[in-house]
């Protein structure tokens, strides 16, 4: 979890979206519209760029045309400023972000770059948002304090209250029915953070995707499971093929109630991300990480994913989906023992 060291420009995130998101689409709202964002939570910086896209740009924003990325580490700051003034997208208006990376001989912004910045920022371009990002708690605050000025708004994020991270997650639960109690419940394992508290509820939708329902043990099941015995351990240990360990998890488990379902969820998920990651088309996608529903050690998984994928063709996968649907069926209709399905279930898949 990040070290927060709030300053005077801290500020909730909630606090945040009512001074800056919260603005409709009116591009006439934007006399600031360059920040730099101290952001230490992973999974609010897409819903922040979405949501400035919308009301610089309008409904017509879009990540592939409209925004570009850029890191300290590649790219000179001169060299982003100049390219950043002359990005079109084929479009009027679009958005640049710099993410300053942190390095061994990061030891704050160099003076020639200070300089552009505040030259830049005398007269900035209106069709053009800046964000500059520091998403690493290591880079100290006051290596900025010399480029503030009155053309660049400046937000530090705080971590959430337990108020705040209820009423955050209420909101990416909306399409879901959340029974009393399991806000309080998932509050109980994690830390006060949106980034733990977003892996967890992605869990918690693809365990309830058919129901559309999420209680309390469902809470115990999924986010209680992550805690006893990670996940991706789970998960790891059939992309390796490794039996023995995937097993092993399993049975350590095997009593909790309807742990099984979230097995056999997991398992869904796995093929369903081979599915995507088979499909050409999937390389254009702006969000990989989400969609792929990878929020943990991310390169290290894709690899593991690409290592299970050299012995696979259409017709294992096909045949991997079968197993996954007659287990499931098999179970919710107790058809024979659980255990026994199960156990064989992971030895088919693990060894596919």
Same mark, same amino acid.
């Given at each position: 979890?990040?070290?927060?060291?709030?300053?005077?420009?801290?500020?909730?995130?909630?606090?945040?979206?009512?001074?800056?998101?919260?603005?409709?689409?009116?591009?006439?709202?934007?006399?600031?519209?360059?920040?730099?964002?101290?952001?230490?939570?992973?999974?609010?910086?897409?819903?922040?760029?979405?949501?400035?896209?919308?009301?610089?740009?309008?409904?017509?924003?879009?990540?592939?045309?409209?925004?570009?990325?850029?890191?300290?580490?590649?790219?000179?700051?001169?060299?982003?400023?100049?390219?950043?003034?002359?990005?079109?997208?084929?479009?009027?208006?679009?958005?640049?972000?710099?993410?300053?990376?942190?390095?061994?001989?990061?030891?704050?912004?160099?003076?020639?770059?200070?300089?552009?910045?505040?030259?830049?920022?005398?007269?900035?371009?209106?069709?053009?948002?800046?964000?500059?990002?520091?998403?690493?708690?290591?880079?100290?605050?006051?290596?900025?304090?010399?480029?503030?000025?009155?053309?660049?708004?400046?937000?530090?994020?705080?971590?959430?209250?337990?108020?705040?991270?209820?009423?955050?997650?209420?909101?990416?639960?909306?399409?879901?029915?959340?029974?009393?109690?399991?806000?309080?419940?998932?509050?109980?394992?994690?830390?006060?953070?949106?980034?733990?508290?977003?892996?967890?509820?992605?869990?918690?939708?693809?365990?309830?995707?058919?129901?559309?329902?999420?209680?309390?043990?469902?809470?115990?099941?999924?986010?209680?499971?992550?805690?006893?015995?990670?996940?991706?351990?789970?998960?790891?240990?059939?992309?390796?093929?490794?039996?023995?360990?995937?097993?092993?998890?399993?049975?350590?488990?095997?009593?909790?109630?309807?742990?099984?379902?979230?097995?056999?969820?997991?398992?869904?998920?796995?093929?369903?991300?081979?599915?995507?990651? &088979?499909? %050409?088309?999937? +390389?254009?996608?702006?969000?990989?990480?989400? $969609? =792929?529903? *990878?929020?943990?050690?991310? !390169?290290? &998984?894709? %690899?593991?994913? +690409?290592?299970?994928?050299?012995?696979?063709? $259409? =017709?294992? *996968?096909?045949?991997?989906? !079968?197993?996954?649907? %007659?287990?499931?069926?098999?179970?919710?209709?107790?058809?024979? $023992?659980?255990?026994?399905?199960?156990?064989?279930?992971?030895?088919?898949?693990?060894?596919?």
């Amino acid at each position: 979890m990040a070290k927060y060291k709030t300053n005077k420009y801290s500020i909730s995130y909630q606090e945040f979206k009512r001074r800056v998101l919260d603005r409709g689409s009116s591009v006439t709202n934007f006399s600031i519209h360059n920040y730099l964002l101290f952001l230490f939570e992973n999974c609010l910086l897409e819903e922040i760029i979405e949501q400035l896209g919308r009301n610089f740009i309008g409904d017509k924003f879009d990540f592939k045309q409209h925004y570009k990325k850029f890191y300290s580490d590649e790219t000179e700051i001169n060299d982003f400023l100049s390219e950043a003034e002359n990005l079109n997208f084929f479009t009027e208006r679009s958005i640049a972000l710099y993410l300053f990376t942190k390095t061994q001989n990061f030891r704050g912004l160099k003076k020639e770059a200070k300089e552009s910045i505040i030259k830049y920022f005398q007269s900035p371009n209106p069709d053009r948002m800046i964000i500059f990002l520091v998403n690493n708690s290591e880079i100290n605050f006051s290596h900025f304090e010399e480029i503030i000025n009155p053309n660049l708004g400046v937000y530090y994020i705080k971590p959430p209250t337990e108020e705040e991270l209820k009423e955050w997650m209420k909101n990416q639960l909306k399409d879901y029915k959340v029974e009393n109690g399991v806000l309080e419940k998932i509050l109980e394992y994690i830390n006060l953070s949106y980034d733990e508290a977003n892996e967890e509820i992605e869990k918690l939708k693809n365990f309830a995707y058919k129901t559309k329902v999420i209680n309390i043990d469902s809470v115990n099941l999924c986010v209680g499971f992550s805690k006893e015995f990670d996940e991706k351990d789970f998960i790891k240990s059939i992309l390796q093929r490794d039996v023995n360990k995937a097993i092993l998890i399993y049975k350590s488990l095997a009593l909790k109630p309807n742990f099984d379902l979230y097995i056999i969820a997991i398992l869904t998920r796995i093929f369903v991300n081979i599915t995507k990651l &088979m499909d %050409k088309t999937f +390389y254009t996608s702006t969000n990989k990480q989400r $969609e =792929l529903q *990878i929020y943990y050690d991310y !390169d290290e &998984m894709i %690899k593991l994913y +690409y290592d299970y994928m050299k012995n696979l063709n $259409e =017709l294992k *996968i096909k045949t991997a989906f !079968d197993y996954i649907y %007659k287990s499931d069926k098999m179970i919710k209709t107790s058809i024979g $023992e659980k255990y026994s399905i199960m156990t064989s279930l992971i030895y088919k898949i693990a060894t596919l």
